[in-house]
């Protein structure tokens, strides 16, 4: 599967964002997809996941209650709503997405994702 994200931009402190990521190639709903963030000088860390049929979300705790992971397998996409957003949510976001079929249930792991998109930025500016 090839995941392209998109939706990034410059955003005040305060404001929101909704990123996409935009899948090809397989079955969408065959995959469990996350959210990942990198911020500069730091290493890449988990933000959401949601499982193949969005019944089943996960969040980090640093934004739980501001963002919301949903998709829509019809339309082969995952979309993260991300509102009240800090300086410190200033990160390249990727998506990635794991298989069904290998998924061992490490929804948080950077190494439980065999897919990744090329990453979007989001820049929020105080």
């Known amino acids: 599967v090839q995941l392209q994200a998109s939706g990034g931009g410059l955003v005040q402190a305060g404001g929101s964002l909704r990123l996409s990521c935009a899948a090809s190639?397989?079955?969408?709903?065959?995959?469990?997809m996350g959210w990942f963030r990198q911020a500069p000088g730091r290493e890449r860390e988990f933000v959401a996941a949601?499982?193949?049929?969005?019944?089943?979300?996960y969040y980090a705790d640093s934004v739980k209650g501001r963002f919301t992971i949903s998709r829509d397998n019809a339309k082969n996409t995952m979309y993260r709503q991300m509102n009240s957003l800090k300086p410190e949510d200033t990160a390249v976001y990727f998506c990635?997405?794991?298989?069904?079929?290998?998924?061992?249930?490490?929804?948080?792991?950077?190494?439980?994702?065999?897919?990744w998109g090329q990453g979007t930025l989001v820049t929020v500016s105080s």
């Open positions: 990635a997405a794991v298989p069904l079929t290998s998924y061992s249930g490490r929804y948080y792991a950077e190494n439980e994702y065999d897919y």
């Open positions: 190639g397989r079955t969408f709903s065959s995959y469990h």
């Open positions: 949601i499982n193949w049929s969005g019944i089943s979300t």
